[in-house]
């Protein structure tokens, strides 16, 4: 009994220290807790001015390249880079970074080349495909912090990097005016209309539903695809002045240059729409069309642009077979989509296999329907987006 007492005493003698350490461990513990609640604040918003400084260099980044490629001017070179860098300067300085409004120099926006392994150079060829913008300390008064100054430290400063470049994309239209294309949709046979061959293609004609199609081809392309070069090559026979003496001795020719397609889609158009008045004629000559093709890109496109070639016919090649000049297009890197229009089943696997020589795809249409969403799903793969 006695031994029982003396614990119960020396607990009640105990007790306070322990109820005075746990105020002190608590009062501790309160003081860290706050200290790192401070801490996460600040860190947090350091963290959003950083994604907002970041933000706001690739905004203006790919405002300024965008600016660059949709200029059709006939500036200079070093003309459309100042205007460029001027839109940069612009959307920057329109971003609120941390609820600063901050300035930039334009010529912090420098346009260049990017190559395919991603190192940037400065332009030495009057042309360019990228634009690197480096800021650094963004704010020269520094971003305020929240609870920074318990620890003695008032401000930050953040810095943003960015390097945006487009693909560029070359694409020939190689498109068919044997006489055939001027052939009924829903008949394998002329227009009863037309009722001699010395007519030019009438509505309901392949050809006539061809013109529509790449019309909006080019519409859609313009706004989905501004940095997109296009050209226009027809192949087969012509028959000039409507009369049966005077034919093209060419089997194909370039209506259109390259040219980005703000400015190619209304000669491109105007070149449809004289075709359109003629007598359709000739071969279908696809080997030529494609050797031309070929030519084209050897002279005109770069080593680093995308090549794509749309080739369209309605039915057999009659000028022999294309696919050895098609396998010499796909080992130099250039896509050969076809698209089969209106045609028997005869030519259908010979474009198959140049499609296939050219790593692309074949699509097949019988309608005006089936022709539209054929240049859509082309076009979805042409669309050129800026990658960083």
């Known amino acids: 009994m006695k031994h029982s007492k003396r614990t119960r005493t020396s607990s009640r003698w105990l007790s306070p220290q322990r109820d005075g350490s746990m105020i002190v461990l608590t009062a501790v513990s309160m003081v860290i807790l706050l200290a790192f609640a401070a801490l996460l604040i600040d860190v947090a918003w350091m963290s959003t001015i950083q994604s907002e400084a970041q933000l706001a260099s690739d905004i203006a980044a790919r405002g300024a390249l965008t600016s660059f490629v949709n200029d059709k001017s006939e500036d200079s070179y070093d003309a459309r880079v100042r205007r460029a860098q001027s839109v940069g300067e612009t959307l920057f300085e329109n971003t609120t970074v941390g609820r600063a409004t901050l300035q930039v120099d334009p010529e912090a926006f420098v346009f260049g080349v990017r190559a395919e392994d991603g190192t940037f150079s400065n332009s030495t060829r009057g042309t360019a495909n990228a634009v690197e913008v480096q800021l650094t300390n963004l704010n020269p008064d520094g971003f305020g912090l929240f609870l920074g100054p318990l620890f003695g430290v008032d401000t930050f400063n953040t810095s943003a990097s960015t390097t945006v470049s487009f693909s560029p994309i070359d694409v020939v239209l190689c498109l ?119 030519q084209m890109f050897r002279d005109d496109s770069l080593d680093t642009t995308e090549k794509i070639c749309i080739l369209l016919s309605d039915g057999v090649a009659t000028t022999g077979s294309p696919l050895e000049v098609a396998e010499a297009l796909g080992l130099d890197g250039i896509t050969i989509h076809g698209i089969y229009f209106a045609g028997d089943v005869k030519g259908l696997s010979q474009l198959q296999s140049v499609a296939d020589a050219g790593g692309g795809m074949l699509l097949h249409a019988d309608s005006t329907t089936q022709l539209d969403e054929a240049f859509n799903r082309i076009l979805a793969l042409l669309s050129v987006s800026l990658v960083e």
Not at 180 to 196: E, H, K, Q, Y
Not at 230 to 247: D, H, P, Y
Not at 277 to 288: K, M, Q, W
């Open 176 to 294: 068919d005016i044997s006489r055939s294309m001027a052939w009924r949709l829903d008949r394998n046979r002329p227009p009863a209309s037309v009722g001699t061959i010395l007519a030019p293609p009438v509505e309901g004609s392949r050809w006539i539903a061809l013109v529509k199609s790449v019309n909006q081809f080019l519409e859609q392309a313009e706004e989905q695809a501004p940095s997109l070069r296009i050209s226009l090559i027809t192949f087969g026979g012509g028959i000039r002045g409507k009369t049966v003496t005077v034919w093209d001795n060419e089997q194909a020719r370039v209506q259109n240059e390259f040219e980005f397609i703000g400015a190619a889609r209304a000669p491109i158009e105007a070149s449809l729409e004289f075709i359109s008045s003629e007598v359709l004629a000739g071969s279908t000559a696809v080997l030529e069309g494609l050797e031309l093709a070929h």
